[in-house]
């Protein structure tokens, strides 16, 4: 079955960098996403891997895909105060009309 | 106006109301979705449609309808809510449904109370 797991709480000090894990059961997913939540507000994409990749560099953003342990994380560099929020990872597959499976998604407290 | 809007962004019903949740999208896309985020639990799929066909039906009860009259508005009609049903329902849109379909702009939100 299809399922997404996210560690649930992550703090870290500013100017430190941030690594948010995430682990899925379906192998046959196509793409996996990383999208971010700040209070108050809906779902933003902030970056996505096709499946046959290891790793996407995106400015302060890295993902980093290892598909035989499943795994995907991202790293966020030089983490700002901003950037606290609630991050989920998700997958997609190529023949499931846009249907995206989350994790519970990891909540980030960047602290000064 | 840009991007995916909801409204409203708060909603309180009791349980015998009939109320409507409204989503709209000024992207051009063909796609639109309805989830659910109720706290501590993943997002959930509601409903998917895709040039206004509903594509996808995610064993949703049916005190919840979904409409898409045209491929930039979409609609949850609720009616006959339970407690549980007290969430924030996102409403999302992405270009078309395959392989780009995981790229979703989304709204920001109802927070809905049943009493």
């Known amino acids: 079955g299809e399922d997404v797991e996210q560690s649930l709480f992550l703090s870290v000090r500013e100017g430190d960098s941030s690594v948010i894990n995430c682990t899925y059961t379906?192998?046959?997913?196509?793409?996996l996403y990383w999208y971010k939540q700040e209070p108050g507000a809906g779902l933003q994409l902030l970056t996505y891997?096709?499946?046959?990749?290891d790793m996407k560099q995106d400015q302060r953003l890295t993902v980093l895909l290892n598909k035989k342990d499943k795994h995907l994380s991202l790293r966020i560099a030089d983490t700002q105060t901003g950037d606290s929020a609630i991050y989920f990872c998700?997958?997609?597959?190529?023949?499931?009309?846009?249907?995206?499976?989350f994790g519970q998604g990891t909540e980030l407290s960047v602290k000064p | 106006e840009t991007g995916v809007t909801q409204t409203p962004r708060h909603l309180v019903m009791g349980m015998t109301n009939k109320k409507s949740l409204k989503c709209e999208q000024h992207?051009?896309?063909?796609?639109m979705y309805w989830y659910k985020q109720s706290a501590k639990k993943p997002l959930e799929l509601m409903f998917v449609?895709?040039?206004?066909?509903?594509?996808e039906n995610n064993s949703v009860p049916s005190r919840f309808s979904p409409e898409c009259p045209n491929s930039s508005h979409l609609f949850l009609h609720l009616h006959t809510l339970q407690p549980e049903d007290s969430a924030l329902y996102l409403c999302?849109?992405?270009?078309?449904?395959?392989?780009?379909?995981?790229?979703?702009?989304f709204g920001p939100g109802t927070r809905l109370t049943v009493l």
């Open positions: 999302a849109s992405s270009q078309e449904t395959g392989t780009n379909g995981g790229e979703q702009f």
């Open positions: 998700a997958e997609s597959w190529n023949n499931q009309g846009g249907k995206l499976i």
């Open positions: 891997i096709f499946s046959n990749m």
């Open positions: 379906d192998s046959s997913s196509t793409y």
């Open positions: 449609y895709s040039l206004e066909e509903r594509v």
């Open positions: 992207l051009g896309h063909n796609a």
